[in-house]
């Protein structure tokens, strides 16, 4: 049995929901369970509609709303042929606009946004994409039903970031998803969507469907996760950056975990964590190129020398450096510190510290404002705005005697404001100046990966140099 989860862009209109249809019927005989994301900037759309209501914009949020409904309505078009499966699309698409209309006018009446009413707002783009592929698949011949996540996907009521519930998720999950699989049955259900006990919907942060599949394999102890985007696997580097990155085989769940936390997009990072747990391998695919090999990230051990498979970047990184006014103990410093960042719900990308002092690299969406007058009771804070993190990831590179050497020859010239090695096997970070990161990538990309074979679905841990 397999999971698939198919992202925005493999569902962003009807011949793209065609080509899922197909993908997904090659693969029958291993009895996949479906995973929706909404489709291409629907979730975008959705939240600013949210935000124009909040600020008294009702007529614009209608707009934009009336604008994604109408793809909807496009969509099922083209890809549904039964008049009576259109008609059933049609009407459920038209009822969810006039929730969404009642949603914007009690939010421009209140002209509050809670996280509670946005994830209200989020949980359309996910039902109707996932409804219409159901309905392609069965126009296509598939006995396939949809399951809605209200029925399983139980979280807590952190709202825009919850949580699963891994028990109760796994109990409801297994009685309903196991006679269907038994049947010959395709089950299709919603990524990042999820619901409290109290039955109120919630969804598990931006980008969260494939963590929502790794936690319905886990449920399911799937046989593997598939997740299925726009490009050819995991790169050596972001392809908007570098104009010919090459295809990463194989990656450990720690290397693949290092790569999506420090900014590579192709997986959410939460993702390994259900699969780490039941050890059931993810397997990232191109839906517009479904005969590549792909990307594996599996337990792997370790290749016989260190090998760098890719660089991540993250940016709009706020790095604090905080000294304690008074001789704290260290622990007790460090204690009242990420007390602070844990009420704030800040999570630091790097941390560095010396005897008493400390540094931070947080994300700027945080905060930052009221993070720093908590921590200024506790000591002196400095602020550096417009940062980066630039990440190198790969296998054993703790252990190269020449790779620092190498790293530091490229960013020579940068302003380094943190340097992380050695806390984790797998990478190594600085921070620099945010207006310098993407060049940086350029060229240390061409530093590490130019020797190799121009070739995109080369096999990296069998070409890449070692340090």
Same mark, same amino acid.
């Given at each position: 049995m397999i999971v698939m989860k198919f992202g925005g862009t493999s569902t962003q209109d009807s011949a793209a929901i065609s080509n899922v249809v197909s993908i997904i019927r090659a693969r029958l005989h291993k009895r996949p369970f479906i995973v929706?994301?909404?489709?291409?900037?629907?979730?975008?759309?959705?939240?600013?509609? /949210?935000k124009l209501a909040s600020e008294g914009q009702g007529d614009e949020a209608l707009r934009l709303l009336r604008g994604l409904?109408?793809?909807h309505l496009s969509i099922i078009e083209g890809c549904t042929n039964e008049e009576r499966r259109r008609t059933l699309l049609r009407d459920l698409i038209e009822s969810s606009f006039c929730e969404l209309e009642a949603l914007v006018g009690g939010v421009s009446i209140l002209r509050e946004l809670t996280p509670r009413t946005l994830d209200a707002?989020?949980?359309? /783009?996910? !039902?109707?994409?996932s409804r219409i #592929?159901?309905?392609? @698949? *069965?126009?296509? /011949? +598939?006995?396939a039903q949809w399951i809605d996540t209200n029925q399983f996907m139980v979280t807590d009521d952190n709202f825009t970031r919850a949580l699963p519930l891994a028990e109760s998720v796994e109990k409801r999950l297994t009685a309903i998803a196991e006679p269907l699989l038994q049947r010959g049955v395709v089950p299709v259900t919603q990524g990042f969507i999820g619901v409290t006990t109290s039955g109120r919907r919630t969804t598990m942060g931006r980008e969260s469907s494939d963590y929502s599949a790794a936690v319905i394999g886990a449920a399911l102890n799937a046989d593997e996760i598939q997740i299925w985007t726009d490009v050819d696997g995991v790169l050596t580097a972001d392809p908007r +950056? &570098?104009?010919?990155?090459?295809? &990463?085989? *194989? @990656?450990s769940f720690e290397e693949a975990y290092e790569l999506s936390f420090f900014g590579a997009k192709v997986l959410h990072p939460n993702t390994m964590l259900p699969a780490i747990e039941k050890n !059931? =391998?993810?397997? &990232?695919?191109?839906?517009?190129?479904?005969?590549?090999? /792909?990307?594996s990230v599996a337990?792997?051990?370790?290749? =016989?020398?260190? !090998? #760098?498979?890719s660089i991540a970047y993250k940016r709009n990184v706020v790095l604090l450096n905080v000294t304690p006014k008074a001789r704290f103990g260290q622990y007790v410093f460090w204690e009242h510190v990420y007390s602070i960042l844990t009420r704030h719900g800040a999570v630091s990308s790097l941390t560095c510290t010396s005897e008493y002092s400390i540094a931070i690299a947080l994300d700027a969406k945080n905060n930052i404002e009221a993070i720093v007058h908590e921590l200024s009771s506790l000591g002196y +804070?400095? #602020? *550096?705005?417009?940062?980066? !993190? @630039?990440?190198? &990831?790969?296998?054993? @590179?703790?252990?190269?005697?020449t790779l620092l050497t190498r790293f530091f020859n490229v960013v020579a010239g940068e302003n380094v404001d943190m340097l992380s090695f050695g806390a984790s096997a797998s990478s190594i970070s600085i921070i620099i100046d945010d207006e310098r990161v993407l060049d940086a990538v350029k060229t240390l990309h061409e530093e590490l990966f130019a020797s190799l074979p121009d070739n995109e679905l080369f096999e990296l841990l069998e070409y890449a140099p070692a340090f």
């Open positions: 929706i994301s909404a489709i291409a900037k629907a979730t975008n759309i959705l939240e600013n509609a /949210g409904i109408d793809r707002f989020y949980c359309y /783009g996910e !039902i109707l994409s #592929v159901a309905a392609a @698949l *069965q126009d296509g /011949g +598939v006995d +950056v &570098v104009s010919s990155p090459m295809k &990463v085989k *194989q @990656l !059931i =391998p993810i397997h &990232v695919y191109n839906s517009r190129f479904p005969g590549g090999s /792909g990307t337990a792997k051990s370790a290749p =016989p020398t260190p !090998i #760098v498979k +804070v400095s #602020v *550096q705005e417009d940062r980066a !993190i @630039l990440c190198l &990831v790969g296998s054993m @590179l703790k252990d190269s005697r």
